[in-house]
C-alpha cells in the first residue's frame, strides 16, 4: 500500500473551512491527520474515511480524500465491507463515544478482534455532541446532563479495556491539545498493519466544556499526562522528574532521587509485548493517585482478517473444478428439460 509518492498538507484540505463549532477539538484532529498523511506515503487516491453519525462523523466531509457517511454505529461494518471489497486502500473509521461504544458497540468489538486492516480515530468527547448532549457511554459517573438531570448512576466504559477485551493489537490515546503527539501517532497506526485504535480526548466546547481539563491544561498536563513509547522509560512530570515502577500487581507513582530511586529503576515500555498484562494496568491508570497513559500503549503483530480472507479465497479457487459461471451453472445437481 505504502510509496513514496509525494502528497502535502494542502493535498488532504477542502476549499470550505470544516463546520464544527469554533473552539471544537475535531478541528485540531482534522489538522493532525491532514500533516500526518502524507508523511504516511499513502497516495491519496487510495484514502478512503468512513463515519457513522455525529458531530465527528461530519469528518469525511471535511477532508479531501474518498468518504463514506453512514449510518448511526454501523461505520465499522460499512469500513469492513470497503476494506474487504478492495484491501488496496487505506481505511480510516472515525467514530464517536456513542457512535462506537452504545450504538454500535457490536459491530465495533468485533472489528477489533476479527484484526482487520483498518484505522479508527474515536473522538472520545464524554457525551452525545450532535444530539446535544446526552450522557455516553464514557460519560463519568454522577455526571449532570440532559439525560441525566440528577447524575449518571452508570460506571463508564473505558475504550481502552474495551479494546484489550475485544483482543485488540493496537490501542493509542491521544489529547487533542497535541498536534505533535496527534500527528505522530497517527503515523504509528497508519503504518500498524491491523485494526489501529487511537482514542482522541477531544473537547466539545458546547456540551461538555473542559471535561478532559485535569489532563489537558498548560498548568496540569506534564504531571497528569504519562507520554509512553516504546523502549523509553515511563517518565513524567515538568522535569521527567516523576516515574513508574511496579510492586507485585500494581504500579506505583515514585520520584527519580528520593528514597534512593534511580533513573534505571524506571520501567521501560513494551508496546510490542503480545502479553496484555501490563497493557490493561496502562490503559486503566486514573487520577489522582495516576497519570494518565497516552501514546501508543499497545502495538502488536497479529493475523490480519484480509490477509487470510483472500489467502483462503485463493486456496479455494486453486482446489476447485468451478473456473466459469458455466462451470458452476452447470455444477452439482443438474437436469435438461427434454
Ligand atoms: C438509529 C439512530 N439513533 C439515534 C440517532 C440520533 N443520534 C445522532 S448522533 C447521536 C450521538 C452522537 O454522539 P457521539 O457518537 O458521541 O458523537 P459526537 O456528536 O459527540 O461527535 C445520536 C444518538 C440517529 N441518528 N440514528
Ligand atoms: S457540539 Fe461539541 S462536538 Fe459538536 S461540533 Fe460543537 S463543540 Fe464539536
Redesign the pocket.
Known amino acids: 500500500m505504502e510509496n513514496n509518492c509525494i502528497t502535502t498538507v494542502q493535498d488532504f484540505k477542502m476549499e470550505q473551512p470544516a463546520k ?2 469554533p ?4 478541528h485540531a484532529v482534522l489538522a493532525a491527520i491532514q500533516r500526518a498523511l502524507p508523511e504516511t506515503g499513502i497516495e491519496k487516491e487510495k484514502v478512503v474515511f468512513v463515519s457513522g453519525i455525529g ?2 462523523s461530519r469528518f469525511p466531509y471535511y477532508i479531501n480524500t474518498y468518504g463514506f457517511h453512514g449510518l448511526h454505529g454501523r461505520g465499522a461494518a460499512i469500513a469492513t465491507g470497503i476494506k474487504l471489497a478492495n484491501p488496496e486502500l487505506s481505511v480510516w473509521l472515525v467514530t464517536g463515544d456513542g457512535d462506537s461504544m452504545a450504538i454500535g458497540g457490536n459491530h465495533f468489538i468485533h472489528l477489533l478482534r476479527r484484526n482487520l486492516d483498518i484505522k479508527i480515530l474515536l473522538f472520545n ?1 464524554k457525551i452525545y ?2 444530539t446535544k448532549g446526552q450522557y455516553s457511554p464514557t460519560t463519568p459517573k454522577g455526571s449532570v446532563t440532559k439525560s441525566s438531570p440528577d447524575g449518571t448512576i452508570e460506571d463508564p466504559f473505558l475504550p481502552g479495556e474495551l479494546a484489550m477485551g475485544a483482543q485488540g493489537n493496537f490501542f493509542a490515546r491521544v489529547v487533542d491539545t497535541d498536534l505533535e503527539m496527534m500527528k505522530e501517532v497517527f503515523i504509528q497506526a497508519a503504518r500498524h498493519k491491523g485494526t489501529a485504535l487511537v482514542e482522541v480526548l ?7 466544556d473542559d471535561i478532559h481539563a485535569e489532563i489537558t491544561s498548560k498548568e496540569l498536563r506534564a504531571e497528569n499526562q504519562l507520554y509512553l513509547k516504546h523502549g523509553e522509560p515511563m517518565l513524567f512530570g515538568k522535569n521527567k522528574e516523576l516515574g513508574l515502577i511496579q510492586e507485585g500487581t500494581r504500579f506505583k507513582v515514585v520520584k527519580v532521587g528520593e528514597n534512593g530511586v534511580k533513573k534505571e529503576d524506571i520501567l521501560i515500555h513494551n508496546a510490542l509485548d503480545h502479553d496484555d498484562t501490563r497493557d490493561y494496568m496502562l490503559v486503566r491508570l486514573s487520577r489522582p493517585e495516576f497519570p494518565i497513559a497516552m501514546g501508543v500503549i499497545r502495538s502488536c503483530e497479529a493475523s490480519v482478517y484480509d490477509d487470510m480472507m483472500y489467502k483462503q479465497m485463493a486456496e479455494v479457487r486453486s482446489k476447485s473444478s468451478i473456473k466459469t459461471v458455466d462451470d458452476l451453472l452447470c455444477s452439482g445437481n443438474t437436469f435438461s428439460m427434454e
Open positions: 464544527w463549532c473552539g471544537c477539538g475535531g458531530c465527528s468527547n455532541g450532535l477531544q473537547n466539545c466546547v458546547i456540551f461538555n
